[in-house]
Every structure is written in structure tokens, then in C-alpha cells.
């Protein structure tokens, strides 16, 4: 832009080149001189094309973050490992329903599974690991696929059943989950999490067999 604006400079300049223009007289009509405009207009458009580039990276960049979320930093299960989060909490202000009637006053104990529960069990898994979409696969068909590590569109699109993404690990940081794959079920008022080492899940496949 600097260039362009100095060669665009030079070549309206009257003293280019060390030349001198005197004063030769007026003939015909005069105008008024329009560099400030052009330079305007030049910088607008150079703008505007900086705009669009600038646009045209930042829809690749939430396009390329929506095919290939960031991994979580989840390392595969080892051993089996079994336990309950209780998703418990205390009411610090009045909490009140859709017409002002108050639901729960403050300080009070309140347990959402005694009141909802959980619609269908959730599997964290790494869909880029063929042995975890297996094992995902052979669950509970209306398990919630939730993924730590791979593409959920993508798998999506390939196995035709709605996958999620634990963005920003806000699901596996509350419910405590080291490593995957793991699988979360209602028990009573808590939340049973297994942690499952497939390893072992296949050696006591082939004792069955």
C-alpha cells in the first residue's frame, strides 16, 4: 500500500525529476485537484479487499475447529475404575420458575436427579480409535456419543447417529474423567462413572468364547 501510494505520488507531482513547471497561464476550464480522493478510494478498496481475505481465514479457521475440534488431554483407560459424582448443590438466591413462583429458596439443598433424570447413558471415547467406536458402537443404542478426540461431523456422517464433542472439557473436568473410554449411567441420585481398560474387556470376551 505504502508503494502504491508513493509511486502514485511521483508520477502527479509537479517537481519530479527535479523538473520545475512555471507558470505557463490558464487555458480552458481548471479543476480542482483530486488526489486526496483517489488516495481515498484506493485505500478503501485495498481495505475492503483485506476485509474479505481476512473474513475468507477466519470461516476456514471456525470451519477447520468445527471438523477438528482441539483433542482433550485424556489418556487411555488402563484399568478399570468405578465412581459416583453427586451433582448436588446449594441454592445461593431464590431460584424461581417462568411466573415468578419461587422453586427453590436459598440455602437449600437441591439434587436435580431427584426431580429429572439422565435420558440415556453418555460414552466419552476417542473417535479416532477404531477400538473405541467399536466398543461405543456395541453399547446401548441410545447411549449419547460424546467425543474427547476426532472429528464429530465426520463420524457423524459415517455411522448416521448423532456425536457430540466435550468442547472445552466441560463435561469430563465436572465428572472428574481422567481416561477414556468411559461411560456415565444414572444409580439412584448419582452418577455411576466407569473408566474401562479394553484390554480387558477383550481377554474376558475370549473367556466367554
Given at each position: 500500500?505504502v508503494?502504491?501510494?508513493?509511486?502514485?505520488s511521483?508520477m502527479?507531482?509537479?517537481?519530479v525529476f527535479g523538473?520545475?513547471?512555471h507558470?505557463?497561464g490558464?487555458f480552458?476550464?481548471t479543476?480542482?485537484?483530486?488526489?486526496?480522493d483517489l488516495?481515498e478510494?484506493i485505500?478503501?478498496?485495498?481495505?475492503?479487499?483485506?476485509?474479505?481475505v481476512?473474513n475468507?481465514k477466519?470461516?476456514?479457521?471456525?470451519?477447520?475447529?468445527?471438523?477438528?475440534?482441539?483433542?482433550?488431554?485424556?489418556g487411555s483407560?488402563?484399568?478399570?475404575r468405578v465412581?459416583?459424582?453427586?451433582?448436588?448443590?446449594f441454592?445461593?438466591?431464590?431460584i424461581?420458575?417462568?411466573?415468578?413462583?419461587?422453586?427453590?429458596?436459598?440455602g437449600?439443598?437441591v439434587?436435580?436427579l431427584?426431580?429429572t433424570?439422565l435420558?440415556a447413558?453418555?460414552?466419552?471415547?476417542?473417535?479416532?480409535?477404531d477400538?473405541?467406536?467399536?466398543?461405543?458402537?456395541?453399547?446401548n443404542?441410545?447411549s449419547?456419543?460424546?467425543?474427547?478426540k476426532?472429528?464429530?461431523?465426520?463420524?457423524?456422517?459415517?455411522i448416521?447417529?448423532?456425536?457430540?464433542?466435550d468442547?472445552?472439557?466441560?463435561?469430563?473436568?465436572?465428572l472428574?474423567?481422567?481416561?477414556?473410554?468411559?461411560?456415565v449411567?444414572?444409580?439412584?441420585?448419582?452418577?455411576k462413572i466407569?473408566?474401562i481398560d479394553l484390554?480387558r474387556l477383550k481377554?474376558t470376551e475370549?473367556?466367554?468364547k
Open positions: 500500500m508503494r502504491k501510494i508513493l509511486l502514485l511521483i502527479i507531482s509537479p517537481n523538473l520545475t513547471l507558470d505557463l490558464t480552458g476550464e479543476y480542482p485537484i483530486i488526489e486526496n488516495l478510494v485505500e478503501g478498496r485495498v481495505k475492503k479487499i483485506d476485509q474479505n481476512l475468507q477466519m470461516a476456514q479457521h471456525v470451519k477447520h475447529k468445527v471438523l477438528h475440534p482441539v483433542p482433550l488431554p485424556l483407560a488402563t484399568e478399570n465412581f459416583f459424582y453427586d451433582p448436588s448443590f441454592v445461593e438466591n431464590d424461581r420458575d417462568h411466573k415468578g413462583k419461587i422453586m427453590w429458596k436459598a437449600t439443598h439434587n436435580p431427584e426431580h433424570s435420558a447413558p453418555m460414552l466419552f471415547f476417542d473417535g479416532s480409535d477400538n473405541h467406536l467399536q466398543w461405543a458402537l456395541a453399547e443404542a441410545s449419547r456419543l460424546i467425543l474427547t476426532g472429528s464429530p461431523l465426520q463420524l457423524e456422517e459415517k448416521e447417529r448423532p456425536v457430540f464433542f468442547q472445552q472439557a466441560l463435561l469430563t473436568k465436572k472428574k474423567i481422567q481416561f477414556i473410554p468411559a461411560r449411567t444414572q444409580e439412584g441420585v448419582v452418577l466407569e473408566e484390554s481377554n475370549k473367556v466367554k
